[in-house]
Nanobody, 121 residues
Framework: QVQLVESGGGLVQAGGSLRLSCAASRSIFRLNDMGWYRQAPGKQRELVGTITRVESTNVADSVKGRFTISRDNAKNAVYLQMNSLKPEDTAVYYC???????????????WGQGTQVTVSS
């Protein structure tokens, strides 16, 4: 229903940084929480972090102190700043956004297409 477009993935050496971006297309629906998941090969998708509309954040223990999540409500965008990257951060990263429905549409979530992040040792 609402398209999310991600950008910013790539290949980086351990210790390096990357910034992921995710923007939602214009919509009549109001954005609620946004965030990021990741999925490494052979592993289940795991939550990286979330940010509420009032910019309260929560990140996984595995990335705490290294990753920062932020958003720009005017641009319907969410960002993931990743510093001190480790090989174990290698995964496909997916953004998501929760939307508040209306009288004819229940609340729903949309997902980005995924962007590959590869960290070499």
């Amino acid at each position: 229903q609402v398209q999310l477009v991600e950008s910013g993935g790539g290949l980086v050496q351990a210790g390096g940084s990357l910034r992921l971006s995710c923007a939602a297309s214009r919509s009549i629906f109001r954005l609620n929480d946004m965030g990021w998941y990741r999925q490494a090969p052979g592993k289940q998708r795991e939550l990286v972090g979330t940010i509420t509309r009032v910019e309260s954040t929560n990140v996984a223990d595995s990335v705490k102190g290294r990753f920062t999540i932020s958003r720009d409500n005017a641009k319907n965008a969410v960002y993931l700043q990743m510093n001190s990257l480790k090989p174990e951060d290698t995964a496909v990263y997916y953004c998501y956004a929760d939307f508040i429905g209306n009288d004819s549409q229940p609340d729903f979530a949309s997902w980005g297409q995924g962007t590959q992040v590869t960290v070499s040792s």
